[in-house]
């Protein structure tokens, strides 16, 4: 944490209009409701208005519509979520350990280091593996043979990466992230000769800037490969099957699922729990809900959803049971729609004469 950071030069690093005292000096982040004069909070919509009156806070981020709400010294931002992550950087900078190579370690003869490498204890890195500069790689880790890590990289801890595959620059894995095991390709024999495992020969390629959160696996592609294009975010328990594409800057939330051969484009945004099939593409800047499940391909952006949302447990059991008799009502109503529009007695007649 920082010792203290005058507002002015947080200001700067936000490209902020700063309307009360510039030289207040701020030493770490708060809720509106928990901070105290060396504290910066942020206010992000008209529902914080009552917290942000009332905060003691020595300075907030806000929006220039929420300025008369603002009891203190204010940052006057677009964005003040996004401003809000800059500053935290700023009073927060991360601490990085020593360079070198843990004791414990096992390094193939022909791995390559870059310039200022950390290697932690009891990480394994197989034969032609390359490490950019400034790379960090934590407890545990393994890289397969002949994969690539671009600088800056960092590998938190008991994170695997296979055979072949390629990391981009700024990527960050954490704990328990895998990428490149196989993808869930089998091919179903003749009686019961049961399944037989289809070789899975493609890699998994990152972009810069990727991030990918715990215990989310990438699977390497079964021919081609799999690609998460540059800024992509993964969530927690994230699963990426084999030869999906996922577009640059697209953002996909905890729990999420996505089957193999899909191409997801840029500058989507994915609900948590949401399901998507295989072999099925959706164009850019597609937001999907949590829980949603998607089984076709989506031509167009925009937001979509189709989880139906809690209710009362006996309204929930009414509306199953009617939903199981849909089909019966439609083909009902169908007949009558039938009966309806054809032709009475008399207007035969007359169609006769």
Same mark, same amino acid.
């Given at each position: 944490?920082?010792?203290?950071v005058?507002?002015?030069?947080?200001?700067?690093?936000?490209?902020?209009?700063?309307?009360?005292n510039?030289?207040?000096? &701020?030493?770490?982040v708060?809720? =509106?409701?928990?901070a105290?004069?060396?504290?910066?909070?942020?206010?992000?919509?008209?529902?914080?208005?009552?917290?942000l009156?009332?905060?003691?806070?020595?300075? @907030?981020?806000?929006?220039?519509?929420?300025?008369?709400a603002?009891p203190?010294?204010a940052?006057? !931002?677009?964005?003040?979520?996004?401003a809000?992550?800059?500053?935290?950087a700023?009073l927060?900078?991360? %601490?990085r350990?020593?360079?070198?190579?843990? /004791?414990?370690?096992? =390094?193939?003869?022909?791995?390559?280091?870059g310039?200022?490498? @950390?290697?932690?204890?009891?990480?394994?890195?197989?034969?032609?593996v390359?490490?950019?500069?400034?790379?960090? &790689?934590?407890?545990?880790?393994?890289?397969?043979?002949?994969?690539? =890590?671009?600088?800056?990289?960092?590998?938190?801890?008991?994170?695997?990466?296979?055979a072949?595959?390629? !990391?981009? %620059?700024?990527?960050v894995?954490?704990?328990?992230v895998?990428?490149g095991? *196989?993808?869930?390709?089998f091919?179903?024999?003749?009686? *019961?000769s049961?399944w037989?495992?289809? /070789?899975?020969?493609?890699?998994?390629?990152?972009?810069?800037?990727?991030?990918?959160?715990?215990?989310?696996?990438?699977?390497?592609?079964?021919?081609?490969d799999?690609v998460?294009?540059?800024?992509?975010k993964?969530?927690n328990?994230?699963h990426?099957?084999?030869?999906?594409? @996922?577009?640059?800057?697209?953002?996909?939330?905890?729990n999420? @699922?996505?089957?193999?051969?899909?191409?997801?484009g840029?500058?989507?945004?994915?609900g948590?729990?949401?399901?998507i099939?295989?072999?099925i593409?959706?164009?850019?800047?597609?937001?999907?809900?949590?829980?949603t499940?998607?089984?076709?391909?989506?031509?167009e952006?925009?937001?979509?959803?189709?989880?139906l949302?809690?209710?009362?447990?006996? %309204?929930?059991?009414?509306?199953?049971?009617?939903?199981?008799?849909?089909?019966?009502l439609?083909?009902? !109503?169908?007949?009558?729609?039938?009966?309806?529009?054809?032709?009475?007695?008399?207007?035969?007649?007359?169609?006769?004469?």
């Amino acid at each position: 944490m920082s010792e203290g950071v005058a507002v002015q030069d947080l200001a700067e690093c936000v490209e902020a209009e700063v309307v009360g005292n510039a030289d207040t000096l &701020i030493s770490r982040v708060a809720a =509106l409701s928990d901070a105290g004069p060396d504290a910066i909070g942020f206010c992000t919509n008209a529902n914080y208005l009552d917290a942000l009156r009332a905060t003691r806070a020595g300075a @907030v981020l806000i929006r220039r519509e929420h300025l008369e709400a603002c009891p203190t010294t204010a940052l006057v !931002v677009d964005d003040p979520y996004y401003a809000y992550a800059a500053v935290a950087a700023r009073l927060y900078p991360a %601490k990085r350990p020593a360079a070198g190579v843990h /004791p414990t370690a096992v =390094l193939a003869d022909d791995v390559v280091l870059g310039d200022d490498v @950390v290697i932690g204890p009891h990480v394994v890195l197989e034969a032609g593996v390359q490490v950019g500069d400034r790379c960090q &790689i934590g407890p545990g880790c393994h890289i397969g043979v002949q994969t690539r =890590l671009g600088e800056d990289t960092e590998l938190l801890g008991r994170v695997t990466v296979g055979a072949h595959c390629e !990391v981009g %620059k700024r990527v960050v894995m954490h704990p328990g992230v895998v990428v490149g095991a *196989d993808g869930f390709g089998f091919a179903k024999g003749p009686g *019961d000769s049961g399944w037989r495992k289809v /070789p899975q020969l493609g890699r998994v390629v990152l972009g810069d800037d990727v991030d990918l959160g715990a215990n989310t696996t990438v699977d390497r592609g079964a021919i081609g490969d799999t690609v998460l294009e540059e800024g992509v975010k993964l969530d927690n328990q994230v699963h990426i099957g084999h030869n999906v594409r @996922v577009g640059a800057r697209t953002i996909i939330a905890g729990n999420t @699922v996505v089957a193999g051969s899909t191409t997801i484009g840029c500058d989507c945004m994915i609900g948590g729990s949401t399901a998507i099939t295989g072999h099925i593409s959706l164009a850019d800047e597609v937001m999907l809900m949590g829980m949603t499940g998607v089984t076709g391909t989506i031509d167009e952006s925009g937001a979509y959803a189709s989880p139906l949302p809690a209710q009362p447990i006996s %309204k929930w059991r009414r509306n199953t049971v009617r939903f199981t008799q849909l089909d019966s009502l439609f083909r009902r !109503v169908k007949k009558l729609e039938a009966a309806s529009a054809a032709p009475g007695p008399a207007a035969r007649r007359q169609d006769d004469d």
